[in-house]
């Protein structure tokens, strides 16, 4: 019995050697689908962090009316050029827009105390932007798209309390928009691929 406990040791430790020596099993290239998956998926995320925070926004800061910022990404609601969206076009679009729209968020976490009790939902949503747009960047990289160097435009002054306010509304309602659009049109690039 000792010596068949010794050959079963010795046929299992020549197993496990020979495992050593294997070579190791090929990484198949990542589909970019894969990666437009998880970008979809940050933006709808985003979406619905952004919608909470322009609900408790306007809960804190009533506003009646309309609010425009001109240095804000003009959006065009048209189903036809939404529908003929191509990946390379619409991807820079995308990258340069959000790029804009980190930069108003940023001018508003700027403004001061005004909106100091929004701060951590503002945080959270300046956050995952951040984490769309390094997503954004990697997908285009594997795509060998270049990103635009277009300058974005100076945001004015933080001025009074009212015009924080007025801007804020502004922001975040063109923001809930440009990502409602935005998640529909990276559906419609990933099935182009």
Partial sequence: MHRWVCRLLMVLLSLWEGLGAAPAPRMKPSDPRADFDAVINLAKTLLSDTKHLFTHFKSRFPAEGE????????LSMNAVELASIQVPGGLVRLSTDLQSYQKH????RKAGPVLRPLEP??????????RLLRRLEH????????????????????GTHWSVVQAGHAIFHSFHLY???????????????
């Fill in 67 to 74: 609010h425009k910022m001109d240095t804000l990404p003009v």
């Fill in 105 to 108: 968020l940023d001018w508003l």
């Fill in 121 to 130: 939902e503002l945080g959270a949503v300046h956050n995952r932007l951040e």
């Fill in 139 to 158: 997908l285009m990289s594997r795509l060998s798209l270049t990103r635009s160097s277009d300058t974005l435009t100076s945001l004015p002054s933080h």
């Fill in 179 to 193: 990502l409602d659009w935005a998640a529909r049109a990276l559906v419609l690039i990933r099935n182009k691929l």
